[in-house]
């Protein structure tokens, strides 16, 4: 996953000045992903349309959705505002890549100098009034154990990165009988911007009918249903290499 990651940088993105591309994107992430900008987020909605998923340029801070981010040509880097993640427009897609991910926002790739001026910039956002970045899992009688598993798994950064930034092919066309469609669709559907519950129906029908145990409507041991998770995502990559 590593490799594949390092593979699939954005041309567009990369070639902007990452020094003042990094210092706005903690700027607007300092005045919109915090639990009272939250609250406030009535009043954000794209300026051309009342969609709620909103993107803030980086360039000039104007909010748009996915359907109107051709305010100018010049200006294709943008911030979603739900989730924090990267938008190129000239990509048509989120950009997953380790330097611009939120947590690391110093870049591996500059060097020391870059480093330091860009540690002026640096703000701690670990605020613990926040509340972001949790998407509700419908609970399908007991299935407590198998939620919380699934919630981990999906905000690693390394497995969240590799199934949005659409270096993942599955099956050539959309199978509910195999784990990994399933699995990369619940996530599409997790990081789509909104903010309703999530029901996982399809994966966890698929894993109790490989293990009809986890199918009962008791509690379960969460550190069995982790092993048999991995499991299932190790079994299709050994059959596909």
Not at 106 to 115: K, M, P, V
Request: overall charge negative.
């Amino acid at each position: 996953i590593l490799e594949m990651e390092n593979s699939y940088d954005c041309f567009h993105i990369s070639n902007q000045d990452h020094i003042e591309l990094l210092k706005n994107i903690w700027i607007i992430r300092k005045i919109f992903l915090s639990k009272e900008a939250k609250i406030e987020d009535k009043f954000f909605n794209c300026m051309k349309c009342s969609n709620k998923s909103v993107l803030a340029c980086l360039n000039c801070a104007y909010t748009c959705c996915r359907e109107h981010n051709n305010h100018t040509e010049s200006h294709f880097c943008f911030i979603e505002l739900t989730f924090g993640q990267i938008f190129c427009s000239m990509c048509n897609n989120f950009i997953f890549i380790s330097e611009y991910v939120l947590k690391n926002p110093i870049g591996s790739c500059l060097d020391a100098n870059s480093r330091l001026i860009l540690q002026k910039y640096a703000v701690e956002i670990e605020d613990p009034k926040r509340r972001l970045g949790l998407r509700g899992l419908q609970n399908l009688y007991n299935t407590c154990f198998a939620n919380c598993i699934i919630q981990a798994v999906f905000h690693i950064p390394i497995i969240r990165n590799f199934f949005l930034s659409g270096v993942f092919q599955c099956c050539q066309t959309y199978s509910d009988e195999c784990f990994m469609c399933l699995l990369s669709d619940l996530f599409q559907k997790f990081y789509d911007g909104t903010n309703n519950v999530v029901c996982p129906h399809e994966l966890l029908g698929l894993i109790w009918k490989d293990s009809p145990q986890f199918s009962l409507s008791l509690q379960q041991d969460a550190h069995e249903f982790f092993i048999r998770f991995l499991h299932l995502i190790r079994e299709y990559f050994a059959n596909q290499y």
